[in-house]
């Protein structure tokens, strides 16, 4: 089993930005695929961001630019770089991980985080 604690969230204002961490445990980080999701009020399940263990990484075309995903291997942990915050990027933040790069396509990821909230005030 692989655990997930997720730190960072909070409250900033519309062009702010926030950097949030997943550390990961309970398995060989580097060999794992990390991910992060977000649900933002009375709307589904999305995927924001995605890095492979080989580091490469993708981005959800409402993010990219302004969002950024990396790891750090030696810590065990995964980052979301947060910049030009706009309202909308309000939502419940998850972090996710699994042994296959391709369970973020469907979703199905076998490790999740409890959720951190972000909220962007404008």
């Known amino acids: 089993q692989v655990q997930l604690v997720e730190s960072g969230g909070g409250l900033v204002q519309a062009g702010g930005s926030l950097t949030l961490s997943c550390a990961a445990s309970?398995?060989?980080?580097?060999?794992?695929?990390m991910g992060w999701y977000r649900q933002p009020p009375g709307k589904q399940r999305e995927l924001v961001a995605v890095?492979?263990?080989?580091?490469?990484?993708k981005h959800a075309d409402s993010v990219q630019g302004r969002f950024t995903i990396s790891r750090d291997n030696a810590k065990n942990t995964v980052y979301l770089q947060m910049n030009s915050l706009k309202p909308e990027d309000t939502a419940l933040y998850y972090c996710?991980?699994?042994?296959?790069?391709?369970?973020?396509?469907?979703?199905?990821?076998?490790?999740w985080g409890q959720g951190t909230r972000v909220t962007v005030s404008s």
């Open positions: 996710a991980a699994d042994h296959f790069e391709y369970a973020f396509t469907s979703g199905r990821v076998n490790y």
């Open positions: 309970g398995s060989t980080f580097s060999i794992l695929a």
């Open positions: 890095i492979g263990s080989d580091d490469i990484t």
